[in-house]
């Protein structure tokens, strides 16, 4: 529980509520229909693609700009975080991505407003079908994040933020089609709350969910081990200090700060 007397702690949570409510804002803000005609998918994908890469940039070395309760899962079961922050993450991220979509709801005219760009599953696209989607569309997400944030890779190349937000972008691009490309449970959530629909919500947590553990199992443990005991994860995950972790930055409780020093 010493997470909780720290600064740094609270410093993160704050970045993760407002990085989420600045996302959700224009990502939604971008998807909103002010004309009729067909929505624009290239639109909407960079706005989600830029407004992620510019909070990257913005947080990225308070918070590690989680920006997504499925990220933060990822780094989760990864064993990269403890389970105290992970929580309060989450619980961030969703009040922030729910106070985004309120202040949107309230400069935007009621003839604009429309469903506030709830997700929504293509009319041929099945539940089953669509979690699929969402599982692949985060998985690959989730690769990229761990890639590009890995402190371990010597000679980075290019802008962290912008590798990230061109994956988020890229699920945009195909996912959207099918529905709606959630790959984001806040994002989801959010509108769902202020329209009340939940109508096969239940799709853009499991899929984002499953795919990000995948994402965190595929490249933590296959891909590029991190070799690590079961003590030191138990340990990590109950939060122990730096010093009862012999110093390691994946048992410091706060690896998403170490991981983003090059941002």
Not at 14 to 39: D, H, I, K, M, Q
Not at 92 to 97: D, I, N, P, S, Y
Not at 147 to 172: I, K
Not at 235 to 245: D, H, N, Q, V
Request: charged share 10%; aromatic share 12%; net charge positive.
């Amino acid at each position: 529980m010493w997470e909780l007397r720290s600064a740094s702690f609270w410093r993160a949570i704050s970045a993760e509520f407002f990085a989420t409510l600045f996302y959700v804002f224009f990502g939604l803000g971008a998807s909103l229909r002010w004309a009729p005609g067909p929505l624009h998918i290239l639109q909407v994908a960079l706005a989600f693609g830029l407004a992620l890469a510019t909070l990257v940039q913005a947080v990225g070395h308070i918070s590690g700009a989680h920006v997504n309760p499925a990220v933060t899962f990822a780094f989760l079961v990864g064993s990269q975080m403890s389970l105290l922050r992970a929580f309060c993450y989450m619980a961030a991220q969703l009040l922030g991505a729910v106070a985004g979509a309120a202040v949107l709801y309230s400069v935007t005219p009621t003839a604009v407003r429309g469903n506030l760009a709830l997700n929504t599953l293509h009319p041929g696209v099945s539940v089953g079908q669509a979690t699929i989607v969402e599982i692949f569309l985060t998985l690959q997400f989730v690769l990229c994040i761990f890639a590009t944030y890995d402190e371990r890779r010597n000679g980075r190349l290019g802008s962290v933020a912008l590798a990230v937000g061109f994956s988020l972008t890229l699920g945009h691009l195909f996912g959207m089609y099918y529905t709606g490309a959630g790959m984001n449970p806040a994002r989801s959530f959010a509108p769902a709350i202020l329209t009340r629909n939940f109508t096969n919500h239940w799709v853009y947590w499991v899929g984002p969910i499953i795919g990000a553990g995948l994402g965190s199992l595929l490249y933590d443990f296959l891909l590029f081990p991190r070799l690590k005991s079961v003590s030191e994860r138990l340990s990590i995950l109950k939060g122990a200090r730096p010093s009862e972790s012999n110093g390691q930055p994946e048992g410091t409780g706060e690896p998403v700060e170490l991981k983003t020093q090059a941002l």
